[in-house]
């Protein structure tokens, strides 16, 4: 898995920017050789969300297969890379449903761009989508974790004696199209994060154009008093709902990564502004690149506290096409 004689270059959501990949690939100084990007005392470390929504999703993962193949790189599961597994899955028997991931327009918006550009290349995707059962829900290396979402101890520690890898099959992507059954909870927690209700039967229209009755939660937070305490997305609540106290139940219900555990990265959440760490252990590498954000990488020595001075990442650029 990880090549312990390497240091680490932990990158997050590609979703597609090959030519991004490629720019900040060589910022970090990773060379072309043999069709491959390489460093010579590095190893790259991919997030998930490689496919769906950007320019150029066929390339950037054979940038990033390649790589894992050539031992240049590794790379976790993505709720999108589960997306497209759960896409073509066929559903369990009595369910109700042709697919783990029903056909609806919601959910094809996501997958279109990623179907749009394996169109004439059904082989390619095939075998893509093989790949990502190679791919684990996580990895905890001891000094620190990987995780799309959300690090969720009890979950992980009741998913290992399954899946020691953490690598999952299609017995389990299936499951997880049981709503409440624990292969689903298992990937809603930790691919897609922790969500709560908004109050009141409230819903918000993401910058996504999305409509959601859930917002998307921090699961660190010690003491969090208000909604707005705990929100963690692009899309601000209302402030009525922000300042609104939380219940006794909703705080216990809570997650809470402390500061005592491993240094922890996770992409996904669309953050903005400069790369920095949230907490002394946990950095956030999702920056909008799809959106013309950044995308950014955390450079791992042997320290065992993130260094804010240690994020490299490349603005994205318009237009469209140079990505």
């Known amino acids: 898995m990880l090549d312990p004689a390497r240091s680490f270059d932990i990158i997050g959501d590609v979703h597609g920017c090959a030519h991004t990949l490629e720019r900040l690939l060589d910022t970090l100084g990773y060379k072309r050789v043999g069709g491959v990007w390489r460093h010579p005392r590095r190893q790259a470390l991919f997030l998930g969300d490689i496919v769906d929504r950007g320019p150029r999703i066929r390339e950037a993962l054979h940038i990033v297969h390649d790589m894992v193949v050539a031992g240049q790189a590794f790379c976790i599961m993505g709720n999108h890379e589960y997306n497209a597994l759960a896409w073509v899955t066929p559903a369990l028997p009595g369910s109700g449903k042709a697919f783990v991931r029903e056909h609806t327009p919601r959910n094809a918006r996501l997958i279109d761009e990623t179907l749009t550009q394996f169109a004439q290349h059904p082989g390619d995707w095939h075998d ?58 298992v990937c809603n927690r930790l691919l897609r994060g922790t969500d709560m209700r908004l109050p009141d039967g409230l819903t918000l229209t993401g910058g996504d154009g999305l409509t959601r ?53 996770v992409g996904h959440y669309w953050r903005s502004g400069r790369p920095a760490p949230i907490r002394p252990n946990l950095a956030c590498l999702d920056y909008s690149a799809v959106l013309y954000g950044k995308l950014a990488a955390y450079r791992l020595d042997d320290e065992t506290g993130i260094d804010p001075h240690k994020f490299v990442w490349v603005d994205v650029e318009r237009p469209q096409d140079t990505q």
């Not at 989508?129 to 620190?144: K, M, N, S």
Request: net charge negative; with cysteine.
């Open 213 to 265: 009755a859930f917002f998307r939660t921090k699961f660190w937070e010690e003491d969090p008093q208000t909604y707005g305490d705990i929100v963690f997305q692009p899309d601000a609540l209302p402030d009525e709902v922000a300042s609104a106290p939380l219940s006794h139940t909703q705080k216990n219900a809570l997650l809470r990564y402390d500061e005592a555990q491993p240094m922890l990265f």
């Open 128 to 185: 893509f989508l093989a790949w990502f059962y190679e791919l684990p829900l996580f990895v905890d290396a001891g000094r620190f974790r990987l995780v799309h979402a959300c690090w969720d101890p009890s979950l992980i520690e009741q998913l290992r004696p399954q899946y020691p890898s953490g690598c999952i099959d299609e017995h389990f992507i299936q499951a997880s199209g049981v709503s409440g059954s624990f292969a689903s909870t």
